[in-house]
């Protein structure tokens, strides 16, 4: 079993994937003339320095790391499909990154609050109960948001995409080739998953919330906002313990659910997708002198 990159990460993006290694991210996209276009970059110093790893920071530093990264991945992508020269950067894809961001955090935060808050005023119910409905909300609005958008065409393939991510982190680290027959034998599911980080923050902020308790409506947001970053730090390093120890007996089921999440966020992946996502995958090893030659020399053995 060959160990895990540290601080791996991976993010399928329209008709692509993005693949994060120790210090290289690597993008790679099917263009309209079904040729595969590819990219890499180094990670920013501060994301390669040790800061990254010191426990509850590194939550936030890879957060964050995950929004930038997964924006230029997402310009690269539609850049490569309109065949536009000019790539979307600075000002503009700063401010589409925090109305995206703030959006997300109104409508799975901010909002579950208010109506659970309206529900405490009119059912008299005590502040236990309306932190339980308020996780339940916030719970019932993202698995919903993930079904709904799941039935557009568009997001079925990036959703295919996420599952052969999947599958070629899921080969490499069983330490099986890198090929597109084989890598499609192994799970869609992955236990580090920026899947099962959201439901990990859903629901850790049910028991943060309840231990702060009832609150006047202004206070209670401003709670909620303010203890996003303490969410996110804690649930990053609760899945990545989780991850580390899946084979644990007593770990294994903590992690079904946020596996059972994943199957309305993969798909089955075609053997097109496979190709791209174990592209960028090399691409990444490559250029962090883990894998040596040509990224598309398919006789690779990681054992």
């Known amino acids: 079993m060959r160990e895990s990159l540290p601080n791996y990460g991976g993010q399928a993006i329209i008709e692509g994937v993005m693949m994060r290694g120790r210090e290289v991210c690597a993008m790679a996209v099917r263009a309209p003339d079904q040729s595969i276009v590819v990219e890499h970059q180094k990670l920013a110093k501060v994301y390669r320095s040790r800061l990254s790893r010191l426990p509850f920071l590194r939550g936030l530093l890879i957060l964050g790391d995950a929004l930038v990264l997964g924006m230029r991945a997402l310009t690269f992508s539609v850049n490569i499909q309109t065949g ?89 680290e069983a330490g099986a080739k890198l090929d597109i ?41 401003l709670s909620r906002l303010l203890l996003v970053p303490a969410l996110a730090m804690v649930a990053y390093e609760y899945v990545r313990f989780t991850a580390k120890h899946f084979s644990s007996p007593f770990i294994k089921p903590l992690v079904l659910p946020n596996l ?23 691409i990444m090893l490559r250029e962090e002198g883990i894998l040596g030659g040509d990224q598309n020399d398919r006789s690779y053995d990681p054992a």
Not at 102 to 124: K, N, R, V
Not at 129 to 151: A, D, H, K, P, T
Not at 266 to 271: F, H, I, K, L
């Open 84 to 172: 536009e020269d000019e790539k979307i950067e600075g000002a503009p894809m700063v401010i589409t990154l925090l109305l995206s961001l703030a959006a997300s955090i109104g409508l799975f935060f901010l909002l579950p609050t208010g109506i659970a808050y309206l529900t405490e005023l009119g059912l008299g119910w005590s502040g236990l109960i309306v932190n339980v409905v308020e996780g339940l909300i916030r719970l019932s609005l993202l698995v919903g948001y993930i079904w709904v958008i799941g039935f557009l065409p568009e997001i079925r393939r990036v959703y295919g995409y996420h599952g052969a991510e999947h599958k070629t982190i899921n080969a490499y």
């Open 181 to 221: 027959e084989t890598v499609s034998k192994f799970s869609r599911e992955h236990p580090r998953c920026g899947t099962a980080f959201l439901l990990t923050v859903v629901v850790f902020s049910i028991v943060l919330f309840s231990i702060i308790g009832p609150l006047p409506l202004l206070s209670r947001l």
């Open 260 to 282: 059972a999440l994943q199957r309305l966020t993969t798909r089955e992946p075609d053997s097109d997708m496979l190709e791209v996502a174990i592209t960028a995958f090399r």
